[in-house]
């Protein structure tokens, strides 16, 4: 029987033959989850490692290019800071993360995927960031759009061999998932009931988004209009983002990240664990971010108030929907104002830098 | 086809589960349907769509709801020969009425006018236990061993009604109670007064249980009083035990079935001979306090949910051996490894998503590995908002098993606002399981095969039937959103939407050039000016322009302010003249 019939499974069939055996083997004495878990751990551990040695490649081009505008002693100030360090104890030891590995879901690997596109990307591996990409597309819809950091990180070779790679790998991926998923039913059951329930988010069950709550309340008339409106939502802003960010790949991929995952159809608090991850790489740089403790404070009240109004609703039937959809609007609300600060605060520390090199060229004139 | 409409449960214990009576005439509360289909494979659905609107017209009811395909599921196994084309829906909730009655009765030859059914006074049936009323339609085609050629319509109505004397007789508590007496007056009302002329025979039977009869004999056994077999010959009109009122005009007693049950006996009493003067009217009248019990079915059946909370649950169908079941597994037990087999069909709804892993099985309430007894499994999972789940399985339990116990985890879903029902924090029902025994087969043979006079009811017992037990109907509580915010929840998101497009644009609009002209101010321009442009920036939402800037902001202010007048002047212009 096809995995995709009773509309309870939505994800790739590939992560169904990694993961499947593992929840049904059992050692006997364990409890009967332990070899998932192990496998999310590890994906966790991997991509904490792989955050470290981006952020670590981060930080030396940076110092480069900073040295290369003989702006030395800005340099000096960053050795305080090991951002790709930083970046890797914040992924590990968040909440977020810690609570999606727990609760056993994929979110892990998906985030997995992503980070060995960006480490590829930031190493000129192309076959690589080719891989992750694909892996990381194919999994969930939405890193689609880090194909644009991920092209202007693989910054200076021609785009040819690139667009091969990408399409190589592409097509090695669906050929794999085409003979997984044979058994059953066809290549285009898997694509409805992967990539069309996202797009059309058939199921209407409570997450810590908003989509589900105005999806079932809003009129049948109107629904396919406002699809359009939600995701045309993420897609409008990668190009303004991408003319004005184009300087810096890896920023420009942890804003995309972050507003996929707050505008997506069915976020989870485990992805919202690999920005907070990616931010710690830009700690120098926004280190002026406005609010930044409004947002600390906001952002931990969030995540205690929120599974207790769920718990109210659902669990004992006295509190209201509207108590739960409160805090998860409070949770989008924080992630704009997350988004909007910290891309602000990068523009800034841009501006200040191009304001000190134009200052010391006229003084270097003079 | 067959489609019931019923009101109230039937009670296995008190009632009887085994004898064809309980078997094809106990049926789920509120409305089933089963059909056939003779028409090629695709157009079964289209078919069954058709069927529930013509069903809903004639019979004033809403079997129009069983139309969408969310309703109704195709069992696969052997309820009726054909299983590619069956087609099986119920609708749990609905409520039985004398407008359903009526147009059933309708399609009797004389309606209630005359014969029979002018006994049917609609408060008397209303106010029993249970009351079903069925419909059978079969075409020839289908029977192999047909009744007739053509079409076959069968009527059958089932009430289980408390005789009124009950109520008003109060005995002493120290004294056993004396069973009630009753008749046809003191239960309907009324007498049959005619037979209908266009039906070929009016006959009313009197069945006396094969327990009552095995329970006045260990009586009369210990009195030692009359002979045997005195209810079939000079006993009939009146004995120790009871008195008829109108004698029969014939008395049959049962032959000896295959299972070992007690044989019943039957009282025929023809209409043909009653009128207006002399008006049929039965009744039976007890002298002696007699307690028996009806045969009941192998497995005591019955279905719960179990769990708390409107996010998950599990549903769970307990079989209790009744002490019959010894009785009926004594033969086959002596040959060692007997089985009992059950069959279970259960159809879910879509939005109690069954996770069918989670399947448990418990024998005399320790744990089993599924596979030792679950021989075989057919299941279609539920599809969101297209079709509902459906489960049938066949477990094989030792036969000296004293309870069972069959659970299954759920999760509940969330639904639209629109697909929730008026009174929705009611809940949801989950229809009845079907638990049929496959291993027994129940019928009543009165007359030798060869015989002529064989009344349709007495033809209808001898056909074999599988004994069948219908389950509880489980009201499931779901999660209810607020339904009075569908305007507050689209503004408020669109609200939040639009907050984060503005301001991560607004933050990238920004030039590079913008805080030193902010920070050079040159001289400044007239009040007027100032405050104007002050108000214009307020309203705009726009950063206060530095002052340099003023006159290209002026003439870009005017010429914005020209553009506006010219669009309203064009949009007045079109809505005069074409609007």
């Known amino acids: ?217 809003v009129f049948d008339f109107f629904r396919n209009f406002f699809l359009i409106v939600f995701h045309t939502n993420i897609l409008f802003m990668i190009f303004p983002l991408a003319i004005r960010l184009h300087h810096r790949p890896c920023f420009l991929a942890f804003v995309y990240i972050t507003i996929s995952s707050m505008l997506k159809s069915y976020p989870s608090v485990g992805d919202s664990a690999l920005y907070f991850g990616l931010l710690g790489w830009f700690v120098y740089e926004l280190s002026e971010m406005k609010f930044s403790f409004f947002l600390f404070c906001v952002y931990i009240g969030v995540s205690l108030l929120s599974p207790v109004m769920h718990n109210l609703w659902i669990w004992r039937g006295t509190g209201n929907a509207n108590f739960y959809f409160a805090t998860a609007m409070a949770y989008a609300c924080l992630q704009i104002v997350l988004v909007v600060e910290s891309v602000s605060a990068m523009l800034n520390h841009d501006r200040k830098l191009r304001k000190l090199s134009s200052a010391k060229l006229q003084d270097g004139k003079s | 086809m067959e489609l019931s409409f019923t009101q109230g449960r039937w009670n296995y214990d008190q009632w009887g589960g085994f004898d064809p009576i309980s078997s094809s005439n106990a049926k789920p509360p509120g409305v089933e349907l089963w059909a056939v289909f003779d028409v090629p494979h695709e157009q079964v659905d289209d078919s069954w769509k058709n069927l529930t609107h013509a069903l809903s017209g004639l019979f004033c009811a809403s079997i129009n709801f069983l139309e969408s395909s969310t309703t109704y599921s195709a069992p696969d196994w052997g309820y009726r020969p054909d299983s590619g084309s069956l087609r099986y829906g119920s609708l749990p909730r609905e409520a039985v009425c004398t407008e359903n009655l009526t147009p059933w009765l309708k399609l009797l030859p004389c309606r209630d006018k005359a014969g029979l059914s002018t006994l049917m006074d609609r408060p008397s049936i209303y106010k029993g236990y249970y009351h079903s009323q069925r419909l059978r339609l079969t075409s020839s085609e289908f029977e192999p061993e047909g009744v007739g050629s053509g079409i076959v319509l069968e009527q059958t109505l089932t009430v289980v009604v408390q005789p009124s004397s009950q109520r008003t007789v109060r005995s002493y508590s120290h004294e056993t109670k004396l069973q009630p007496s009753w008749s046809l007056t003191s239960i309907f009302g009324r007498k049959v007064s005619s037979r209908c002329v266009l039906a070929k025979s009016s006959i009313v039977y009197l069945q006396l249980d094969g327990g009552l009869i095995a329970e006045l004999d260990s009586l009369q056994n210990e009195n030692k009083i009359y002979s045997a077999d005195n209810y079939v010959s000079e006993g009939v009109r009146s004995n120790a035990f009871f008195e008829v009122s109108v004698k029969p005009d014939r008395v049959l007693k049962e032959l000896k079935g295959v299972e070992k049950k007690n044989p019943s006996v039957l009282y025929e009493f023809s209409i043909d ?129 004293k309870s069972a116990a069959i659970t299954l985890d759920f999760d509940k879903g969330f639904l639209h606002i629109d697909e929730y029902p008026p009174d929705a924090n009611q ?90 002209r902010l920070k050079n101010k040159e001289k400044e321009p007239g009040r007027l000016r100032q405050l104007l442009f002050r108000l214009y920036a307020k309203i705009t939402g726009r950063p206060l322009e530095p002052v340099e800037s003023t006159t290209t902001s002026s003439s870009s202010s005017s010429s914005k302010l020209g553009f506006i007048i010219l669009v309203a002047g064009i949009a007045v212009f079109w809505q005069v003249y074409y609007g």
């Open chain 1, 1 to 217: 029987m096809s995995p995709y019939a009773g509309s309870m499974y939505h994800g790739s069939p590939l992560l169904l033959s990694l993961l499947g055996p593992l929840t049904v083997k059992r050692i006997d004495g364990q409890p009967s989850h332990l070899l998932c878990s192990l496998v999310f751990v590890a994906a966790d551990i991997l991509n904490s490692l792989l955050i470290r040695a981006t952020g670590q490649t981060l930080q030396i081009a940076y110092r480069q290019s900073l040295r290369s505008l003989d702006l030395d002693m800005i340099s000096e100030t960053m050795e305080i800071l090991p951002s790709g360090d930083i970046a890797a104890l914040i992924y590990l030891w968040n909440p977020f993360t810690i609570a999606a590995c727990v609760g056993l879901s994929t979110s892990p690997i998906e985030n997995l995927a992503i980070m060995l596109a960006l480490y590829g990307a930031c190493k000129r591996l192309v076959p690589l960031a080719a891989f992750g990409w694909v892996m990381a597309t194919h999994l969930s819809l939405y890193p689609i759009i880090l194909i644009i950091p991920i092209i202007l990180l693989l910054g200076n070779g021609p785009d040819t061999p690139r667009k091969l790679f990408l399409l190589r790998r592409h097509v090695y991926v669906l050929l794999l998932c085409g003979v997984s998923v044979k058994r059953y039913g066809g290549l285009w059951e898997m694509f409805t009931s992967m990539y069309g329930f996202i797009l059309t988010v058939q199921d209407l069950s409570p997450n810590i988004g908003v989509l589900w709550y105005f999806f079932a309340e």
């Open chain 2, 273 to 401: 001979k009653y009128d207006e003067s002399g008006p049929f009217d039965l009744g039976l009248t007890w002298k002696v306090p007699v307690a028996w019990s009806c045969q009941k079915a192998p497995l005591h059946v019955s279905r719960f949910l179990m769990g708390s909370g409107n996010e998950r649950g599990a549903i769970a169908i307990s079989l209790r051996s009744t002490e019959l079941t010894d009785e009926l597994l004594h033969t086959e037990k002596s040959e060692g490894r007997c089985k009992l087999e059950v069959k279970v069909f259960q159809v879910v709804p879509w939005y109690i998503k069954v996770y069918f892993h989670t399947l448990q099985v418990f024998v005399n309430e320790e744990p089993q590995a599924v596979s030792d007894v679950v021989e075989k499994m057919r299941v279609s999972p539920s599809v969101d908002k297209l079709s509902p789940g459906v489960m049938e399985m066949l477990l094989k339990f030792p036969c000296g098993m």
């Open chain 2, 427 to 516: 809940g949801f029902d989950i229809p009845s399981a079907i638990i049929s025994f496959p291993n027994f087969h129940t019928s009543m043979q009165f007359l030798k095969d060869d015989s002529s006079d064989k009344s349709a009811i007495l033809s209808k017992f001898e056909e074999n039937s599988a004994v069948l037990a219908y389950t509880e109907v489980l009201l499931v509580p779901l999660t209810t959103p607020d339904f009075s915010m569908p305007y507050n929840v689209i503004t408020i998101t669109c609200t939040v939407c639009a907050l984060y497009f503005g301001s991560l644009l607004n933050v990238l609009r920004r030039r590079v050039g913008e805080e030193e």
